[in-house]
């Protein structure tokens, strides 16, 4: 299966229903709203966006980010399901009982860990699903419109750090350099995601990174954020993002470990490396996965335990 036999496959469908990940980011938003800006240009095509949680409310401030429906208030049917940056059907979370309600479903993503969960699977390793979508959008033969444009940007500048992570190559920054000649706003974008952010979002990274503990001889970065710790700072769990991006810039840190209690003895773990340790292998082992310098996971237990059993999965690796 080729990027473009997937585009042709969308251009039978006229109704087009784009999935999202659970916890959205730049990149789930952005490949989705870049597609569904350019499939709306064919007259009478109809694309919407769906998933499975609220999206996080800094994104308000950028326009191309339409509405996002929750599986609830999915009241049309559509002839094509297509999921982007959805590594498994767990990511999907409560959206994937109406994503297979379709059997004309497609899966488009970057993570190397993708289970092909879909009828038309199509995974390649990139920086961001957004760089894959770019691709998709040439086949379809559609305009860079300025909310094609901005829209894939997005998803580029959030999965690869600002052009600050290991997983950018000359492919990403061509792209985000078309992005640019097309009209997108590089700065805007960066400002919103990662030069603004709300007071409760400050106090809680300061009480997190006050907490961080380290092991194996300081290879290990672990920081810690509990249910506890949102009521007390009246925070959100997607503030959090790019907190575990501290950790792995301190020196002699090989890998970073952020340990977010998402309900009673649940915690969904979040993995960074510098390149020595293959984290996905590490999430792999807990049933989730990702990249080989970034991946995730979710582990059940007592917090106690839930850190030794990530502990002892890095460290046999050194």
Same mark, same amino acid.
């Given at each position: 299966m080729t990027l473009k036999d997937v585009a042709i496959e969308l251009k039978k469908h006229s109704k087009v229903l784009i999935f999202c990940h659970n916890r959205p980011d730049g990149d789930t938003l952005g490949s989705a709203f870049a597609l569904k800006h350019a499939l709306e240009q064919k007259e009478g095509k109809i694309a919407d966006v769906v998933c499975a949680q609220q999206v996080p409310e800094k994104y308000g401030s950028l326009e191309f980010i339409g509405k996002v429906y929750l599986p609830t208030e999915v009241?049309?049917?559509?002839?094509?399901?297509?999921?982007? *940056?959805? /590594? =498994?059907?767990?990511?999907?979370?409560?959206?994937?009982?109406? !994503?297979?309600?379709?059997?004309? @479903?497609?899966? +488009?993503?970057?993570?190397?860990?993708?289970?092909?969960?879909?009828?038309?699977?199509?995974?390649? *390793?990139? /920086? =961001?699903?957004?760089?894959?979508?770019?691709?998709?959008?040439? !086949?379809?033969?559609?305009?860079? @419109?300025?909310? +094609?444009?901005?829209?894939?940007?997005?998803?580029?500048?959030?999965?690869?750090?600002?052009?600050?992570?290991?997983?950018v190559t000359e492919s990403t920054l061509q792209t985000a350099s078309d992005m640019v000649k097309y009209g997108a706003s590089l700065h805007k974008i960066s400002y919103a995601m990662f030069k603004n952010q709300k007071i409760e979002r400050a106090k809680l990274y300061a009480h997190v990174i006050d907490g961080m503990r380290f092991f194996e001889d300081g290879k290990i970065a672990i920081i810690s954020i509990f249910k506890s710790d949102f009521e007390k700072f009246s925070a959100t769990q997607d503030m959090t993002e790019g907190f575990i991006d501290f950790p792995l810039s301190i020196e002699g840190v090989e890998v970073a470990v952020s340990l977010m209690e998402t309900k009673d003895k649940a915690f969904k773990i979040s993995l960074r490396s510098k390149g020595k340790i293959n984290v996905n292998e590490v999430a792999s082992s807990f049933g989730g996965g990702g990249h080989v310098n970034a991946s995730g996971c979710l582990i059940h237990g007592f917090y106690e335990d839930v850190k030794e059993k990530i502990i002892r999965a890095i460290s046999i690796n050194f």
């Amino acid at each position: 299966m080729t990027l473009k036999d997937v585009a042709i496959e969308l251009k039978k469908h006229s109704k087009v229903l784009i999935f999202c990940h659970n916890r959205p980011d730049g990149d789930t938003l952005g490949s989705a709203f870049a597609l569904k800006h350019a499939l709306e240009q064919k007259e009478g095509k109809i694309a919407d966006v769906v998933c499975a949680q609220q999206v996080p409310e800094k994104y308000g401030s950028l326009e191309f980010i339409g509405k996002v429906y929750l599986p609830t208030e999915v009241t049309k049917s559509y002839d094509c399901h297509i999921s982007v *940056d959805c /590594a =498994s059907e767990m990511m999907l979370g409560d959206s994937y009982g109406l !994503y297979v309600k379709n059997a004309n @479903t497609i899966n +488009v993503d970057h993570h190397v860990s993708n289970e092909r969960y879909a009828k038309i699977n199509y995974v390649e *390793d990139r /920086a =961001s699903c957004a760089e894959i979508i770019y691709g998709l959008i040439n !086949y379809l033969d559609r305009d860079k @419109t300025q909310d +094609v444009v901005n829209s894939l940007l997005l998803g580029i500048v959030t999965d690869t750090g600002n052009f600050m992570h290991s997983n950018v190559t000359e492919s990403t920054l061509q792209t985000a350099s078309d992005m640019v000649k097309y009209g997108a706003s590089l700065h805007k974008i960066s400002y919103a995601m990662f030069k603004n952010q709300k007071i409760e979002r400050a106090k809680l990274y300061a009480h997190v990174i006050d907490g961080m503990r380290f092991f194996e001889d300081g290879k290990i970065a672990i920081i810690s954020i509990f249910k506890s710790d949102f009521e007390k700072f009246s925070a959100t769990q997607d503030m959090t993002e790019g907190f575990i991006d501290f950790p792995l810039s301190i020196e002699g840190v090989e890998v970073a470990v952020s340990l977010m209690e998402t309900k009673d003895k649940a915690f969904k773990i979040s993995l960074r490396s510098k390149g020595k340790i293959n984290v996905n292998e590490v999430a792999s082992s807990f049933g989730g996965g990702g990249h080989v310098n970034a991946s995730g996971c979710l582990i059940h237990g007592f917090y106690e335990d839930v850190k030794e059993k990530i502990i002892r999965a890095i460290s046999i690796n050194f």
